[in-house]
C-alpha cells in the first residue's frame, strides 16, 4: 500500500482524482504539458530535502557534493541545447526568471516596453497588475489589426520616444514565429537590450523548429514545462552576445561586473534563498531528454497537430487571430459564433475539452470574459495523439460551440472524449 495512502488519504486522493482528470479530460492548454515518469521521479526525489543556497562549488551549506554534480550536469545540458554560453537553472518559474533579468538589468523605475497582454504578451512583461508594471516603468507594442502580427512600426516609434532600457521579444498567446533579428534592429536603433522570454516556444526551438533566440537576444528567459516538457520551473540563458554586454559596476571594488555574474546574483539571492534541486535535478533529465533526436519528432508532430488545429478549425468557418499559426497554438476569435471565451471554457469544460479563454487583439470584452480561446497541441501530442485525432477533437470541439446550451450534446460530446482519451494513456503501465 502507499505510504501516502496510509498516512495522508486526503491528499492520496486529490492526487488520484487529479491523475484521473489528466488521463480522462483532453488538456489543450497550450502552457501545459506531461512529463516523463523519469522527470516525475526525479522531482519526487530526496534531493528534495537539500538545502543549497548559492552555486556549484559556492554554496552556504556543507553537503552539497551531489547536488552540485546535478545542478552542473543541468547547467551543461541546457547550454549545450540552445548553443548558450551561460545558463542559470535556478529560477523558480518562468515569471522569477523575467525579474531575475529586470533585477540584473534595470533599477527601479527604468523602462522597459513589452506586447501588451491583450494583445498576447505576459504579465511580466509590464502589466499593471504584475511586479513589472509597478517597479519599471512599462510601455507595450500591438499587433496589427489586419494581420495580427507584430507591429514594427509602433514599436520602433514607441522606443523612440521613451527608450526603453530592455525590449522583452515573446509571448503567451502569439501564434506565429517569432522574429527576434526585427526585434534587435529596433532594439540597436535605441540602445536597448533585448530580451527574449521564450517560454512558449522553447521546445519548438530546442528542436531546431523555430528560429532560434541566439545570437540576437542579449539575455533570454524560459519556463521548463511547456513545449519543453520538463519539470514546472525557469531558466536564463545568455549567448555570445553577453561577453559584450556592459554590467554594473561593483560598488566596493570598483570591477565592471561581467552580466552572468550580475544575473546570478539577481536570482539567489537577489529574488530567491534556496534552490529547489528536485527541480534543477529534473530540468537535467528533460534537457537529456529534448536532447534526444527523438524530441525532435515529438515537437514535428507537436507542429503538425497545430496546423491542423488551424486548417480543420478555418475549414468550419472560425477566425483564427494571424489566420493560421507556425507554432504550437492557434488562437480563436469567437466573436462570429456567438459566444464568449468564458463561456466557451466553461462548455468545453463539461464536455471534457480543457482550454483558456484568452483576449485576442483589440478585443471589446474584459479580460474575465473575452472573445477568444486558445488552443495547444503539445499535451496532446506527447499522450500519441496525430492529425487524425485532432479532426475528431475540433469536430468534437464544434459541436460544444454550436450547441453550448445543449446539456445532452455535450454528454453525448464527454463520452467520446472519454473513449478517446482511454486509447491513449497520458502514462504507460509500468512494465
Ligand atoms: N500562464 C502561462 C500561459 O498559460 O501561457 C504563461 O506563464
Do not use: W
Amino acid at each position: 500500500m502507499s505510504v501516502l495512502k496510509k498516512q495522508d488519504k486526503e491528499i492520496f486522493d486529490i492526487i488520484e482524482s487529479e491523475f484521473n482528470r489528466q488521463n480522462d479530460y483532453l488538456e489543450l492548454i497550450a502552457s501545459e504539458n506531461f512529463t516523463s515518469k523519469a522527470v516525475l521521479e526525479t522531482a519526487g526525489s530526496v534531493l528534495t530535502n537539500k538545502y543549497a543556497e548559492g552555486y556549484p562549488g559556492k554554496r552556504y551549506y556543507g553537503g552539497c557534493i551531489h547536488v552540485d554534480e546535478a545542478e552542473n550536469l543541468a547547467i551543461e545540458r541546457a547550454k549545450k541545447l540552445f548553443k548558450a554560453k551561460y545558463a542559470n537553472v535556478q529560477p523558480h518559474s518562468g515569471s522569477s526568471a523575467n525579474m531575475g533579468v529586470y533585477m540584473a538589468y534595470l533599477e527601479p523605475g527604468d523602462c522597459i516596453m513589452g506586447l501588451d497582454l491583450s494583445h498576447g504578451g505576459h504579465l511580466t512583461h509590464g502589466s499593471k497588475v504584475s511586479f513589472s508594471g509597478q517597479i519599471y516603468t512599462a510601455i507595450t507594442f500591438e499587433v496589427k489589426k489586419d494581420s495580427g502580427l507584430v507591429d514594427f512600426d509602433d514599436l520602433l516609434q514607441k522606443a523612440k520616444e521613451f527608450k526603453p532600457k530592455i525590449i522583452i521579444c515573446g509571448a503567451s498567446a502569439y501564434p506565429r514565429t517569432v522574429e527576434f533579428e526585427k526585434f534587435r534592429e529596433v532594439a540597436d536603433k535605441v540602445g536597448a537590450v533585448l530580451h527574449g522570454d521564450i517560454c512558449h516556444n522553447s521546445g519548438i526551438i530546442a528542436a531546431e523548429m523555430h528560429p532560434s533566440p541566439f545570437p540576437y537576444c542579449h539575455v533570454v528567459s524560459t519556463s521548463t514545462h511547456k513545449s519543453l516538457r520538463g519539470p514546472r520551473g525557469g531558466m536564463i540563458l545568455l549567448g555570445e552576445d553577453y561577453e559584450n554586454t556592459l554590467g554594473k559596476v561593483a560598488p566596493k571594488s570598483g570591477r565592471v561586473k561581467m552580466m552572468s555574474e550580475l544575473i546570478d546574483s539577481a536570482v539567489m539571492p537577489g529574488i530567491q534563498g534556496g534552490p529547489l534541486m528536485h527541480i534543477i535535478a529534473a530540468k537535467a533529465v528533460a534537457f537529456k531528454e529534448a536532447l534526444e533526436p527523438s524530441f525532435k519528432s515529438y515537437i514535428k508532430n507537436v507542429l503538425d497537430n497545430a496546423q491542423c488545429f488551424a486548417d480543420e478549425f478555418k475549414n468550419k468557418g472560425y477566425n483564427l487571430v494571424s489566420d493560421g499559426t507556425d507554432t504550437h497554438l492557434v488562437l480563436i476569435d469567437l466573436q462570429n459564433k456567438n459566444i464568449s471565451g468564458k463561456a466557451a471554457e466553461i462548455a468545453l469544460d463539461e464536455a471534457g475539452i480543457t482550454v483558456n479563454k484568452n483576449m485576442v487583439p483589440f478585443d471589446p470584452k474584459s479580460p474575465f470574459i473575452t472573445s477568444g480561446i486558445r488552443i495547444g497541441s503539445p499535451a496532446m501530442t506527447t499522450r500519441g495523439m496525430g492529425v487524425d485525432e485532432v479532426k475528431v477533437v475540433v469536430d468534437l470541439i464544434d459541436q460544444v460551440i454550436m450547441n453550448h446550451d445543449n446539456k445532452d450534446k455535450i454528454n453525448t460530446v464527454r463520452s467520446s472524449v472519454n473513449e478517446l482519451c482511454s486509447i491513449f494513456p497520458i502514462y504507460e503501465k509500468d512494465s
